[in-house]
């Protein structure tokens, strides 16, 4: 189980920019332990990102829960989110200095990293999940409506859903 923690707590210490940005990391780390498969993996993003709270946290807690039940699932929850924590609490109070420094350049070499991080995200996860015509097809109405329009992405899922009954004959 520590294993587990240190795991978690290496995804949460050397990732910034929350969930999206772990993704990379947290795939590889949990395909190099064999705690699941690519498949699996990707199935555990999309039930983390549809349920409430950060990625990350739902990710972790449920692979946790996966492994060794309930202490597994705290170890793993508490694992990602210990090197946040530690960090807030010791820089803190240097954050003003450090905006009014000529070093605050850093914060957007940053910011683009953590961007593309999540762009290399999106790219891993697009690829395993589209299998078919079907799925080109949702994938693209999805981008087109967050992209162009402004309703709820809550709308969106549902709407996804609907789509996958519809498409596919799923249902739940």
Do not use: C
Not at 99 to 121: N, P, Q
């Amino acid at each position: 189980m520590w294993t587990l923690f240190f795991t978690f707590f290496k995804i949460g210490l050397f990732t910034i920019g929350g969930g999206y940005a772990m993704i990379p990391l947290m795939q590889e780390e949990i395909i190099a332990h064999n705690w699941l498969t690519q498949a699996e993996f990707l199935n555990i993003v999309a039930i983390a990102e549809m349920t409430p709270g950060p990625i990350s946290i739902n990710a972790a807690t449920f692979i946790g829960h996966q492994l060794y039940g309930v202490a597994g699932a705290s170890l793993a929850t508490f694992g990602v989110v210990a090197p946040s924590l530690i960090i807030m609490v010791i820089f803190s109070h240097l954050l003003a200095k450090l905006k009014a420094s000529k070093y605050a350049v850093a914060l957007k070499g940053i910011a683009i990293t953590v961007t593309a991080l999540i762009a290399a995200a999106v790219f891993r996860l697009v690829g395993p999940a589209i299998t078919n015509y079907a799925d080109i097809g949702i994938a693209l109405v999805t981008l087109a409506l967050v992209a162009k329009t402004k309703i709820s992405p809550i709308l969106i899922i549902l709407g996804a859903g609907v789509a996958g009954v519809v498409l596919y004959g799923y249902i739940l």
